[in-house]
C-alpha cells in the first residue's frame, strides 16, 4: 500500500539549508581532479577525428611512442579485442538495431570521434604524443543535416543499415480523420529546436585502477546512476560486477551527460586492466562540446483541427530528429516520450503522430535534461497559433481546452493517466501574478515590441518498469533503498541515487527523518559507491524524490513501526497503538494531547542492538530495513511559466521583463530545494532558447569548440523567477511526492519562444526556430519590413 502524505509538522516541506552546500562553498568538496592518482598512474589523451566522415587507412604511432613517457597507443582494433561493442537493438517495430564499437575502426563518423588513446606518464606527454599520431584519412561524403540523410541515393552514415533513417514509429486514433473533416478550421504551425549540448560545469572524466592480486576494478568517476553504469561496464569488459567498484565522488552537474558510460571511460578501464597500471582521463571543455553528447535537433510540423471558439477537435504532429552518427540510446524514445505526450493539459481526444529519426555525421545525440523539452512549445505554440488564425486571445483558447479538475482521472489519446494534475490552476495563477490581462490591455498602446507569453507543462517523471517495458529499453524504474539505526540513534540512510546538484543529502535525509519519525539532524545519507549503497537506477528522468526519496521515506516508516513496537514492550503494553514517533522522542496519545513517554529513538536502538532479549517475542535483533519501491509507467506533475519580454528594433535583443512561474510538484519535501531546482531548470531553458547552438556548417564540420561560439545566458540574461506553490498530492506515490527537475526547462522554453513571436506580430513576423538570438530576432523583422515595403 502506498503510504499518504504525513501529517503537518515533520521534516517533509520545511526548507533546510542544504548540508553539501557548506563543502562545497568553502572549496572543501572532492572532485575527481581533487583526488590524486595512485603511484605510476598514466594519463590518457585521445586522437580525435578531425573530418565528419572519413575512412581510416591506417594509424601509425611510432612517432607517438618515441615521445618520452610515452608507454602506449592503443587503436580500435586493439580495444575491440578488449571491450564487446554495444548493440542497440529492442525488439521495436520500426527501429533499426545498431552495433557501436568501443572506438571506429574502418571509418570516423564525426568530427571528433574517438578512434586512438595515447597512455603516458604524464598529460602533457601524453598530448605531445597524439598529436604525432598519424592517421591515413579517406574523406566521404558528409550527411550534415535531416535533408541530406533522406535524400534519395545519400551516403549511409552506418553501412549496415538500409538507410539512415533509424526508427519510424506512427500512432492514430481511431476518429482523427473524422475530427478534420467536421472542423471549422485547420490550423498549421512550425517549430524547428536546435541542437545543444550539456555543458557542465565539470566536463567528464574517470579513473581505472586495477588491483592485479584481487582482480579488482575500481572506477573513480561522476556518474547520475552507479550501479547501472558499473553493469554495463561489467558487460561490456566481460567481468562480474563482483569484481567492479564505482564510486562516484562530488560531481559538477550532468544533465544527462553522465549516466552510461561512454567510449572514452571504456577504454580507460580496459587500459587499466590489460597494463595493470592505474589509468585517468579528464575531457577538456572542447571535448565535451563537440564530441561527448548532443541533444534537441528537432523539427516538428502540427496541424490542428478546430472549432469555430478555438476548441481543438483534433491534432496531428510530424517530428524529425537528428540523431548524430550513432545511437546511445534508443531512438525509438522519441516516439514512446515526446510525442507520447505532446498533447500535454489539453482535452485532445483525438491525435496522431509521425516520428523519424535520422543519423547524420554529427556527434551523437543522448538524454538531456528534459529531453521531451520541445513538446511544451509545440503545443502551446500550436495554441498561439490557433489565437491568431480565429482571432483570439491565447489565454482563452488555453481555457477553452485547458483539464480541469472535473476531467480527472483523465486518459490521453495515447493512453497516458493523468489523475493530480492542475493545469488550469496552474494557468490562472501564473497568469494573474504577471498581470496578463492589464498587459494585454495596454499592450497595443505601448508603441514597444512587447510580448506576452504562456507555457504550460505536463511534465513526464519517475518512469516505472511498466514504461521500460513497453519502450523496449533494458532495465528497470524501481528504486531501493536502505535505512539502518545504529546503537546510538544515528540513522544511515541510502540508496541508488547519485547527486550533481540537487541536494540529495538534504532531501534524502528529510524523506528518511519523516518516515522514521526522527529528527532531520541524525539521519546521514551516503550514495554514489557501489559497494555501500544498494543496487538502484540512478538520478535520471526527474525521480530521485519521489523513487528515491519516496523508497526511504516508506523503509522508515517499516522501520518506525518496529522502533514503536519495541517502545511499547519497554513501556509495559500490549499493543503500539496510540504510541507515535517524532522528532526522535516516543510520544503517546492521551486523550486530545501527545505527552512524553520518555523514550526516544537512542534508548530503542540500543536495546534493538545491545539487548535483544528484551526484545517482543519473535523480533529480530538490530533496526535495518530495506525496500524497494516500483513507481507507476509514469507520474506527472505541472507548471505553468508566464513572461514578458521587449524586443530591441534595432538589434533584435531580447529583455525579458518578468518570468513568473506556479508549479504543482505535488508533496514538497523541502520548498527552497525546488525553488532552486526549478531556477536552474528554467535557466538552462531561457539559455538554450535563447542564445545556445552547437552549430555545424554544410560539410559537416563542428562550429562551436569553445564557449566562444558555444554561448550560454550570464546572470546579467535572465529575470529575477518569481515561483508560487500548488501542490496537488501524486496518486500512486510515497507521501505524494512528484519529480520536478526537467518541467523547468520545458516551460522557460515555451513561454519566452511564445512571447518572442507575440511581440514579432504586429509586424507579420514569426520566429518559428530557434535560437531566438537578435541577430535571428533581427533577421525575421528585416524580413517584415522588406515586404511590407514591396506591398
Known sequence: MIPPPPVPGGPLGRSFRRREDARLLTGDGAFLDDIAGPPGCLHAVFVRSPHAHARIGGIDSAAALAVPGVVSVLTGAALGRLVAPLRMAPPIEGLHPMEMPVLPVEAARFVGDPVAMVLAETRRAAEDAAELVDVDWDPLPAIAGIAMAAAPGAPL????LPGNRVSHQAFATSGLDAAFARADRIVQARFGQHRQTHAPLEPRGVMAIWDRGRRHLTLRCGTQAPHPYRSAVAVRLALPESQITVDSPEMGGGFGQKIIPLREDLCVAAAAVALSRPVRWRETRGE????????REETVATEAAVAADGRILGLRCRMEADFGAWSFFPANYMARVVALILPGPYRIREYGYAVDVWLTNKCPAGPMRAPMAITSWVMEGTMDAIARDLGLDPLVVRRRNSLTPEDLPYVTATGERYASLSPLATLEAATAALGYEELRARQPAEGRLLGLGICTVVESTTYGSAF????GIAGSGHEVASLRVEPSGAIIASCGLMGSGQGYETTLAQAAAAGIGAAFGDVLVRIGHTDIAPYGMGSRG??????????LYMAGLKLRAKLLAIAAAMLGLNTAEGLEMREGKVLRQLGDRLSSTGLDLAQLARVAHLDPLRLPPGMEPGLHQVLAFDPPAMTYSNSTHACAVEIDRATGAITILRHVIAEDSGTLINPMVVEGQTHGATAMGLSGSMLEHAAYGADGQALAGSFMDYAIARASDLPAFEVSHHGTPAEGTPAGIKGMA????????????NAVNDALAPLGARLDSQPATPARIWAVLQAATDREGAA
Open 542 to 551: 526527474s525521480r530521485g524524490a519521489a523513487a528515491g526519496g519516496g523508497a
Open 288 to 295: 565535451n562540446l563537440m564530441a561527448s553528447l548532443q541533444a
Open 157 to 160: 552514415v552506418d553501412p549496415v
Open 742 to 753: 526537467e518541467g523547468g526547462t520545458m516551460g522557460g522554453i515555451g513561454a519566452l519562444m
Open 468 to 471: 521500460y517495458r513497453a519502450a
